[in-house]
């Protein structure tokens, strides 16, 4: 899929909700629980599938995942059970910046 920065992603599968804040130059699929995330208003149907177990740690609302070697960063909007992944690998979440010393 060819993301676009302001997409809104869902998974069929829970209730995650993301918004891609970064979006890389390439197609890239991204899962939510083992299934493919899918763009409503995109038209289409949603991916069919069902979660995985294994795939179950959690996305935290309003956290920021992202994957620096691919550009790619998106905000949850809505938290679910599956754990955001790319190619099978896990987004980790996004370290917050450190305040500048106050010195």
């Not at 493919?36 to 609302?61: F, I, M, R, Y």
């Amino acid at each position: 899929m060819q993301l676009k920065v302001g997409q809104t992603l869902v998974s069929p599968v829970d209730t995650v909700s993301v918004v891609v804040v970064r979006a890389p130059a390439g197609e890239v699929e991204i899962t939510s629980a083992g299934v493919p995330l899918w763009d409503p208003k995109g038209g289409g149907s949603a991916p069919e599938g069902s979660a995985d177990p294994g795939q179950q740690e959690g996305t935290q609302l309003g956290k920021r995942y992202a994957d620096e070697e691919l550009g790619l960063e998106l905000l949850c909007a809505k938290p679910g059970t599956g754990t955001l992944a790319v190619g099978g690998v896990p987004l980790p979440l996004k370290d917050a910046k450190p305040l500048p010393a106050s010195d």
